[in-house]
């Protein structure tokens, strides 16, 4: 089968590679129709390592995923705990928690201790033709939801786990800092959960645009101009809740300088050098409770339910499609953000 394999630091390669052996007890075959290009897989095109783990062999990548359930091996349960059949269109958690450990038996299996990760080394992604996953992370989805907009409720998931940690309450004044697929499905989770304003900022115009659709007041992105232009609207007082959802670099430090006093920052992106950054005397005279969000858990009922009744709008985000021969092309284009790239799906 073909599969779209990171050497190293953008060079990604379209390569034959040995198909899964047959699914074993509790795993299910899913042949792979759509995969999204997520912020953290640039990370790995564009360094070819992700915080402190380097690629050191090439690497199918990919973790925004749906499919098709082309074979089962016994006791295969779906993630709603039924038995999972063959044939059965299913969105695909990335995440393989072991189950067992302190953080998993305590309901945390997005901090497990031995966990598995789609397309983080040394395990392999979704951008290929098929792979082997653990049943109970494959998630039966309606025909009212798409393939790609099945792949889509992975990052909608990290959105939905973000706002929990937001505690938002209706009438909560949020900032966002990142308008991309993330940044967006949060701004559409955090009105539903009502929040209001809601302000988003970007670099890209197009993007902000797209915000503005869905109920964001857009903010300038300078490390200045956003803070000061939020802060004047606000007469002084900040927003409760801001929410990082970029490169986690200079956005950090705004974020902070946004927050009102006593107020919450929820840090999303992943920071490209390993290193986060703010003004030790603003967050401590402001008093301000800071939160790091790994990944998300326990969300993808709720987020199929959102995608199924039409209250968030996962078609809206995808600007490129590409196959998979030409996975190193929708790469190309999109850490270079050309052509308004918002989100880029890759066929399989």
């Known amino acids: 089968m073909f599969a779209a394999r990171l050497h190293g630091a953008r060079d990604l ?30 990370h790995l095109y564009h360094d070819g390592r992700i915080g402190d783990t380097d690629i050191k062999a090439p690497l199918v990548i990919g973790h925004e995923f749906s499919g098709v359930v082309a074979a089962v091996g016994p006791e295969s349960f779906d993630g709603n705990f039924e038995p999972l059949k063959p044939g059965t269109r299913v969105a695909v958690d990335p995440a393989q928690p072991c189950g067992h450990c302190e953080l998993c038996e305590q309901g945390h299996p997005n901090l497990c201790c031995h966990l598995a990760f789609c397309g983080n080394y040394p395990y392999g992604g979704s951008l290929c033709e098929q792979m082997l996953m653990p049943a109970h992370g494959c998630f039966p989805v309606p025909r009212t939801i798409n393939d790609e907009e099945a792949a889509l409720l992975e990052p909608l998931g990290v959105a939905i786990h973000a706002v929990d940690f937001a505690k938002l309450r209706v009438g909560h004044s949020v900032a966002i800092l990142g308008a991309g697929p993330i940044g967006l499905l949060i701004l559409q989770v955090a009105r539903l959960a009502g929040a209001d304003p809601i302000f988003i900022s970007d670099q890209h115009p197009w993007r902000l645009k797209l915000a503005e659709k869905w109920g964001g007041i857009p903010v300038g992105c300078g490390y200045q101009a956003g803070p000061q232009w939020l802060l004047k609207e606000t007469r002084g007082r900040g927003v409760d809740v801001a929410i990082e959802a970029a490169w986690a670099d200079e956005s950090v430090a705004q974020a902070a300088d946004m927050c009102r006093l006593g107020g919450r920052l929820v840090i999303v992106g992943i920071a490209g050098g390993n290193q986060l950054a703010l003004k030790a005397s603003v967050a401590r005279r402001k008093g301000l409770t800071i939160i790091m969000s790994r990944r998300m858990k326990h969300t993808y009922p709720r987020a199929i339910r959102l995608a199924a009744s039409g209250r968030v709008d996962l078609a809206g985000l995808v600007s490129h499609r590409f196959p998979l021969k030409r996975a190193a092309a929708a790469f190309k284009l999109n850490a270079a953000y050309r052509d308004k790239v918002v989100k880029v799906m890759i066929a399989s």
């Open 13 to 42: 390669r379209v390569e034959r590679v040995p198909l899964p052996k047959a699914p074993g007890r509790g795993q299910a075959l899913v042949q792979v129709r759509a995969t999204g290009v997520c912020g953290s897989d640039l």
